[in-house]
């Protein structure tokens, strides 16, 4: 995520992991270099609260101690933070966005963000089908009944030396799915939609049918709480 310290925040993303450069600049300015890079990158983003970013994977082993849903998203997403800081360690010469002290390998005025969420049913972690038929029980599962969705999010701040701060927080929301139909079950597993998501359902896709309603942030059942990022990025930027 590339995060820009001022009066609004511009913020470069990378999936469960985000990289920030940081500079202070005035939000006319800002608006410009956005502009700039859009012609050069694959932006997406939250246009609604200035935030831009693009997407980096982490390639580590998702590994966890905890039993606890809140505490494992929290693992995962400082695991997936320092994953990406130290890959951008390795690979400095091929970022040119970011500042580091060659010298002691360190990034330098940079923000990297980890993110990862579960979905949790009964006490059971719920993760990504491993086919159409999994993705019908898991489905037939969450209909007509409630379940959590839980994001961790590890924010690492490296100031101008190169030292870190660390925010690790996780955010619960509590999502209440419709009665479905057996035939409505297959019908959307067959979409093909529900393989590559936590739970087998995509909240901000066809899925969107069957929800009666969320206790909490919409965002955070999507992958990422953008509200809690924001305020946390808002309340680094005015601390510099």
């Known amino acids: 995520m590339f995060f820009t310290k001022g009066d609004i925040l511009c913020v470069h993303i990378y999936i469960g992991c985000c990289i920030l450069g940081v500079n202070k600049i005035n939000r006319r300015k800002q608006r410009s270099e956005n502009a700039d890079k859009e012609k050069n ?6 246009p609604e609260i200035g935030i831009s970013f693009e997407v980096r994977v982490s390639d ?20 997936k ?12 010469e091929q970022v040119k966005q970011i500042s580091f002290d060659k010298k002691n390998n360190v990034l330098l005025d940079t923000i990297v963000i980890g993110a990862d969420t579960i979905v949790v049913s009964d006490g ?10 999994d993705a019908v029980r898991m489905i037939r599962s969450l209909q007509g009944r409630s379940h959590k969705v839980y994001t961790g999010v ?5 100031d101008d030396e190169g030292k870190r701060k660390s925010v690790v927080h996780a955010v619960e929301t509590e999502v209440f799915v419709n009665p479905m139909s057996d035939e409505e079950i297959r019908e959307y597993a067959a979409t093909g939609e529900p393989l590559d998501k936590a739970g087998a359902y995509g909240i901000q896709g066809q899925f969107a049918a069957y929800i009666e309603r969320i206790d909490g942030d919409y965002y ?21």
């Open 124 to 133: 059971s972690i719920l993760g990504k089908p491993k086919d159409e038929a």
């Open 41 to 46: 990158y694959s932006w997406v983003g939250f």
């Open 81 to 92: 933070a320092e994953n990406v800081a130290d890959d951008l360690r390795e690979k400095q």
């Open 154 to 158: 590890a924010i690492l701040d490296y």
């Open 60 to 79: 580590k082993e998702e590994v966890y101690h905890s039993l606890i849903p809140e505490e494992i998203v929290k693992e995962l997403a400082l695991s």
């Open 220 to 240: 955070n059942v999507v992958g990422l709480p953008v509200s809690y990022v924001y305020r946390q990025l808002k309340e680094i930027a005015e601390k510099d």
